[in-house]
């Protein structure tokens, strides 16, 4: 794909409750572009469906599948291994740009129940990342950093300031590494300075190793890939590990991630005090 001026298509698998916030991401990122690329929502039920549509820029939320029985578990960690493969062979390929979304990790009432689902999903974000090459647009992080509950936000964004800043955030990721291909670097520059002007969530909690994870770049099959070069937080802290660990409510099987993660996370922070002592 060649940058120049014209439509470009940015397609997206959320929840129908999302809609209006990629709406907004669209709508704000076209105002950004001022002219120089006009984006056209277009709307997926699949992660990857049978028939190329032929999109620029792919954003997937894993909101849809936060809701799925806990038995579903394996059935949904396999059926994103199988698409994101084939996003891999087919969208990458061709040069578009895939991004999943995470989901913040904050729940409220009966939406408890969910909090191990939403940790699983969000690690398995960053493996996919890591695997696939994917982008990742890390709404937990981000939020994390800027404030989610002074956003009035939860898992959901439900509410008008969660889902303008998260517009605000996904827009602000888009234009660091995401749409490259499809419009010239001074209209992306231009698009940057002027959506940070007009962001709801400051540059202290909005960067682009915040927002994408922490990214490294290789060139494979002629094609630039990126993915996560070390598994960030997804489970919230070591004391929120230990929490959830102590937690009667989880059985063998949904410990063991758990355990997992606080081996990494403690065996991360001895390895990088050493080396933090060498240097």
């Known amino acids: ?67 799925r029985p806990r038995s579903d578990w394996p059935a949904i960690e396999a059926q994103w291994r199988l698409d994101a493969a084939a996003l891999r062979d087919r969208e990458l390929e061709r040069g578009a740009t895939v991004f999943i979304v995470t989901l913040f990790r904050y729940t409220t009432g009966e939406d408890d129940a969910l909090l191990p689902m939403l940790r699983r999903l969000n690690l398995l974000a960053a493996r996919l990342s890591q695997e696939f ?8 992080r981000i939020f994390a950093h800027a404030g989610g509950m002074e956003l009035r936000a939860d898992v959901r964004l439900a ?31 231009a698009a940057r ?3 940070e002007s007009h962001c ?11 927002s994408s994870g922490q990214m490294k770049r290789s060139y494979v099959r002629g094609r630039t890939q990126t993915s996560l ?24 099987r949904w410990r063991m991630p758990l355990l997992f993660a606080l081996w990494r996370m403690a065996s991360g922070r001895v390895i990088g005090g050493i080396g933090r002592q060498r240097i």
Do not use: K
């Not at 090459?133 to 937990?140: E, H």
């Not at 070069?229 to 063998?252: E, F, K, N, P």
């Open 159 to 189: 509410s008008a300031e969660a889902r303008r800043s998260a517009a605000d955030l996904i827009v602000g990721s888009l234009l660091s590494v995401g749409i490259d291909h499809v419009a010239e670097p001074a209209a992306i520059q």
């Open 1 to 67: 794909m060649t940058a120049s001026v014209g439509s470009a298509r940015l397609a997206v698998r959320c929840a129908p409750t999302e809609r209006a916030l990629w709406q907004a991401v669209t709508s704000r990122l076209n105002e950004g572009l001022g002219g120089a690329r006009s984006f056209q929502s277009v709307w997926r039920d699949d992660l990857c469906p049978a028939a190329d549509d032929g999109c620029d820029v792919l954003c997937l939320s894993m909101l849809p599948d936060l809701s």
């Open 229 to 252: 070069t070390q598994s960030h937080d997804v489970y919230g802290g070591i004391r929120s590990v230990l929490r959830d660990l102590c937690a009667a409510r989880l059985g063998l």
């Open 133 to 140: 090459g994917l982008f990742v647009i890390d709404i937990d």
């Open 200 to 210: 709801v969530v400051g540059s202290a909690g909005h960067s682009t190793a915040a």
């Open 193 to 195: 300075s002027w959506h």
